[in-house]
């Protein structure tokens, strides 16, 4: 079985940072790409980064150079450091793992940033 986990979520004044992890548990899965989306109240949920097992790397455009996605394979984790926040990047921010047959949410981490 196959669970995602994401932390680091918080409030944040406006122009800070947060960095939010995502981690992978269990065994026998192949990293294929894992996505970072947001859900904001009254929104549809949206792609932010995605990072596949090659490295490469997609980001929302309104986010490019604000947002960098990173991982550490050994940890089967992603990263997601968020820079310069605004207000409207507040939301729910899910974790998708792609198994390549399979995808896995996370819970979701609540992101903040206040005025």
């Known amino acids: 079985q196959v669970q995602v986990v994401e932390s680091g979520g918080g409030l944040v004044q406006a122009g800070g940072s947060l960095r939010l992890s995502c981690t992978a548990h269990g065994s026998g899965f192949k990293f294929n790409a894992m996505d970072w989306y947001r859900q904001a109240p009254g929104k549809q949920r949206e792609l932010v980064a995605s990072?596949?097992?090659?490295?490469?790397?997609n980001y929302a455009d309104s986010l490019k150079g604000r947002f960098t996605i990173s991982r550490d394979n050994a940890k089967n984790t992603v990263y997601l450091q968020m820079n310069s926040l605004k207000p409207e990047d507040t939301a729910v921010y899910y974790c998708?793992?792609?198994?390549?047959?399979?995808?896995?949410w996370g819970q979701g981490t609540q992101v903040t940033v206040s005025s």
């Open positions: 998708n793992l792609d198994t390549g047959l399979f995808h896995y």
């Open positions: 990072i596949t097992n090659a490295g490469s790397t």
